[in-house]
């Protein structure tokens, strides 16, 4: 899975609730092409600034992803409330990390050991058809959902989707864009929300 921002965003605010309380503003989020991390929080000396940057070259599981950014997060916490830790992975760190992992049932680590193949090849990505439903709500957001190839689970998610009062249009699309093989292919109903702009220019059209 490649991260964008948009997920992680999303990731953010999910964990920023179940885990802490929503008490964590969101910072800065952005991709990097590092390969010597895989995820870093970075701030300025006066605790301002905050940044959340995530390495696309590693090709991780969507779990994860997760606990790296959940990992992030606790370093966030902690810098951001100004907690006395005894080291960067002190105890405070540790206690937090393993309530996450024991309430959430997550793993969380001190630090993330890629395995062998994990790190992304400095080569194009495979491109390959794939059907994309893009979901318009009635509040002016927009929904992405990656569905299986075949007739009857398209038609199955567009005639549920449409039946939610919230939703306004459900249009679907043939791309073989590299930037929606981010999305698990199902036929769930949910939908990750999106920039417009981001799904206009990665399938070449306007939504109005």
Known sequence: MTPTVELITQKFDHFNSLYFGGKLPRPDIKLS????????MTYKRTHRDFCLRVSTMFDLEEEEMEDVVIHEMIHFYIAYFRLRDTSSHGQIFRKMMGEINSLHHRHVT????????QQMPQRPPTRRKRTVAVVLFRDGR????VLPNRMERIRYYYNNVKRNPKVADVRAFQTDAPYFAQFPCSSAL?????????????LHTTLD
């Open 33 to 40: 092409r590092a390969r010597t991390f895989v995820g870093m």
């Open 110 to 117: 001190i630090s993330h050991r890629t395995r062998p193949g």
């Open 142 to 145: 927009v929904g992405v959902k």
């Open 190 to 202: 949910r939908v990750a929300i999106v920039e417009r702009e981001t799904v206009e220019r990665e």
